[in-house]
């Protein structure tokens, strides 16, 4: 899955997507309203306020927002791809781009609309409170709010607050990326020691996890690639931080969680983690941090290795300062 800013070109794909969860989306039902929200949306493109997320060249995801009125205007997710952390891409990439020291406000059905489940589940997650009750095209919807003290974390994650965002902005970063990859990654201690994914061929000591795949949350993610890479069997307890790095014309999007072992299996290593040499290891977070902290050091030999601990590094300070907050 790939996040990309919309442009003309990928009209007809869009409004393919559209036209599927039309229902989702009030005023839509005659071919006169699609036509006039087409037209919207390309002009949401012609201001770099349309995103939207692609598998191969499909559309899963789409999103509108407006820097103008700060707020979040439509967001859409395929039936086939829901449940795969797209709606949390799009609403991640919505907020970097509104002005969080100020309301930020969205639309979406009401509490007794069986529409409004998952959508207010995912406002509320984020730390929108319900606010007046409005219509959209004439279809009772509630105005919800993301005030700025909200924004703000402190500690771990509790119920409505929001998970803390850390961006990195590497010096080859393009103006515009055009790529976007998603992973999760686990903390895990136990007696004072984290869980360390030790590539010993290739001398390298990295917090578990790896890639979203189709179909997963960032949880499920989390749970199954830590799994594999050590064989415990993991329950992400606080999804505690969200890192953005971006490089050349990707962003990496990484979903650090804190985690409970509840249990171990065996370890299902990739060809290439068994060509590193990955096994599982328990080394004091201190220790850890010592380590990360040459960043530096690899900037000349290994700039995939400088950025790798570099990330590590500011995630595993991140829990250690929250964890003695």
Not at 151 to 162: L, S
Not at 261 to 280: D, K, V
């Amino acid at each position: 899955m790939q996040l990309f800013y919309g442009v003309p070109e990928d009209i007809e794909h869009w409004m393919k997507l559209v036209t599927q969860i039309r229902q989702n989306f009030p005023g839509l039902e005659t071919q006169q309203s699609l036509d006039e929200h087409k037209a919207t949306v390309l002009k949401f493109m012609g201001k770099r306020q349309a995103i939207c997320v692609k598998v191969s060249q499909e559309i899963v995801g789409i999103m509108l927002f407006s820097r103008g009125h700060n707020m979040i205007c439509c967001l859409g997710v395929s039936p086939n791809y829901r449940r795969c952390g797209i709606a949390s891409m799009l609403i991640d990439e919505a907020l970097r781009n509104l002005d969080k020291t100020k309301e930020i406000s969205v639309n979406t059905f009401r509490a007794n609309d069986e529409k409004g489940l998952a959508p207010r589940a995912l406002y509320e997650k984020y730390g929108f409170i319900e606010d007046e009750f409005v219509e959209a095209m004439g279809y009772p919807t509630q105005k919800y709010i993301l005030h700025p003290n909200n924004y703000e974390p402190g500690g771990f994650q509790e119920a409505n607050k929001t998970v803390k965002t850390i961006e990195i902005h590497g010096a080859n970063a393009h103006k515009v990326f055009t790529k976007t990859r998603v992973g999760c990654r686990g903390i895990v201690i136990k007696d004072s020691r984290m869980l360390i994914s030790h590539e010993v061929n290739a001398d390298y000591y990295l917090i578990p996890g790896g890639g979203l795949e189709v179909g997963e949350t960032p949880e499920e993610c989390c749970t199954r690639e830590v799994c594999e890479e050590t064989g415990f069997i993991v329950k992400p307890v606080f999804h505690y931080l969200t890192m953005n790095e971006y490089y050349e014309e990707y962003k990496f999007i990484s979903h650090y969680f804190l985690c409970d072992i509840i249990g171990e299996s065996e370890q299902s290593l990739t060809a290439n983690e068994i060509r590193r040499g990955l096994i599982p290891e328990w080394i004091s977070p201190d220790k850890m941090v010592e380590l990360y902290s040459k960043h530096d050091d690899f900037a000349i030999t290994n700039e995939e290795k400088r950025g790798a601990y570099l990330r590590e590094y500011i995630a595993l300070k991140e829990y250690l300062r929250k964890s003695k907050a």
